[in-house]
């Protein structure tokens, strides 16, 4: 069954109205097809309508949609071969951040990141994709593995925020994103970071310093999610379309302040719908900026990335 | 532990050192409740004479503390917060930066400069809680960064003193991605082999314990300080758990082997120089 969102109803009833209409022409052989046709046309402009007009705390919506592609149906639709690696080598394994060696568009590549979960079981294992000091450490390995074999890195990021548990605190959390926001200002290989989905603070900056980081249309990107921003400035959760609007967290808010480089567009009704189509522009996006890197000495690479952030921020002087 | 003979330090030191501990001619604890005289307070470096309570201080304090009879030259003094996301919440951001700056004196959460340290040329940048809870906005993220160029400019080590509940909130993505910045310019300095301590002081936790904080050669921390990612309070609703004895103090931090090692106040100047002279 399709999920639909509050702001989709008109949709959704349209829709309905469609199906009501199929079945009353088969079991009683009237021809409706003039009438079809024009319910379609009415439901794609409606579609239209609505996605070209999205507040920013529908897109937030969006980012969160049960049924949008994560990491791995992305590596599973955009790649000829994956080969999945596992665990930090010191702590455990983190379901919640996933990573291996990729075939994509006849090149290998490095492709990780956050991880959510489908159904309940998935999602609790998946510790609704917030990753643990662990998940990040085990990044990091993935990430100098490429670099060491001289292969672009690919991240992909959609998460809450990293995980506040008790045992996440004993094994340094703070530490552990500290390292990789450090580490991958060096690294040699391009790297390429996409958010996804939900972009929460530090749990996915983690894993996202790059050469050229994207947004997909429908997904926020800040340094906390407009609920706890909701909960702190105005103490009540009741702020957060407020909070979202205020904190300009969508892909079209950060490309214009030039915090992150570059939105992948979604296929209209957003990446959930079309998970072939989503992946398949995504693949171009990708193999297109690839195309762009490679052109670059590594030496290039570093500086330009370290250029890049030294850049953002407004002060008065 | 004294690894020099100590001078006499913060006589001569200007009225607003008091900014942050409490005024008056007597000083009470707030942890052992003992009263003692502010003065003898001050020349403890505001640690109590008692229970060795470490009073939460700013960068006045700690400059006067750390550099030679307190002087130093500071680095971006006017460098004030602009609003580049026009941010409301309950009240206009500019509003706030504004009667903030009137409250406490200060320009921003982070005060930097250079000059000596028991004859050690040093930069050092250090944070004030006071100003939105020493929270990381363009501001601090800059100023950051232009003390470590200046670091990597002049070879002289650098030392960072946090001092944050983390985000600024109001600056959103900006916030975040002075994350990103302080991280670069630390990577730099790293690269360039300049010594590095970072003090984690009470409290340091969010986005600043996930960049810099973390980042140094050497991590060390003051006695009891609250050091975490995640703040107590989301902790325990995460968890639905009370939090145990002692979680995310230095010491247990320490323990779990994320700092170097915990050093008391009245001794920091002395052991910060002396591990820098070692590295010479
Ligand atoms: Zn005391």
Known sequence: MRTYLDFERPIADLEARLVEMKKLA????????????????????????????????QRVQLSRHPDRPYTLDYISLMCDQFIELHGDRAVRDDPAMVGGFAELGGQTVMILGTQKGRNTKQRQQRNFG?????????????????E????????????????????????????????????????KVPVICIIIGEGASGGALGIAIGDRVLMLENTWYSVISPENCSTILWRSWDYKEQAAEAMKLSARDMEKYGLVDGIVEEPVGGAHADHAEMARHMKEVILHTLEELNRLSPEERVSQRIDKFCSMGVVVE | MSWFIRKEKGINTPTEMKREA????????????????????????????????????????????????????ELDANMTSADPLHFVDT?????????????????????????????????????DFNFIGGSMGSVVGEKIARAIDHSLKTRTPFLMISRSGGA?????????????????????????RIPYVSLLTDPTTGGVTASFAMQGDFNIAEPGA?????????????????????FQSAEFVLEHGFLDFIVDRKDLKDKVTSLFRMLE
Not at chain 1, 36 to 43: F, N, Q, R, Y
């Open chain 2, 168 to 192: 600024r909130m109001m600056e959103a993505g900006f916030s975040l991605m002075q994350m990103a910045k302080t991280s670069a310019k630390l990577a730099l300095l790293s690269e360039a």
């Open chain 2, 22 to 73: 409490p005024d008056g001619l007597w000083y009470q604890c707030p942890n052992c409740k003992k009263v003692m005289h502010t003065r003898e307070h001050k020349m403890n470096a505001y640690t109590c004479v008692h229970c060795n309570y470490h009073e939460k201080i700013g960068s006045t304090e700690y400059f006067a503390l750390l550099f030679d009879d307190n002087l130093f030259t």
């Open chain 2, 91 to 127: 009240k206009a951001y500019p509003e706030r930066v504004k009667s903030t700056i009137g409250k406490t004196g200060l320009k921003d959460a982070v005060r930097s400069g250079y000059g000596k340290m028991n004859d050690l040329e040093v930069t050092i940048a250090c944070m």
């Open chain 1, 148 to 187: 060491k074999f001289n292969k672009p890195i690919i991240t992909m990021i959609d998460t809450p925020g990293a995980f506040p548990g008790l045992e996440a605190e004993e094994r340094g959390q703070g530490e552990a994103i500290a390292r990789n926001l450090k580490e991958m200002f060096s690294l």
């Open chain 2, 226 to 246: 609250l050091i975490g990612f995640a703040g107590p309070r989301v902790i325990r609703e995460t968890i639905g758990k009370n939090l145990p004895e002692g």
């Open chain 1, 130 to 146: 917030m990753a643990n000091p662990e998940g990040y450490r085990k990044a990091l390995r993935l990430m100098k593995l490429a």
């Open chain 1, 26 to 57: 088969e079991s009683s052989n009237v021809d409706v097809s003039e009438a079809v046709a024009s319910l379609e046309v009415s439901i794609s402009k409606l579609r239209k309508e609505i996605f070209e007009n999205l507040t920013r705390w």
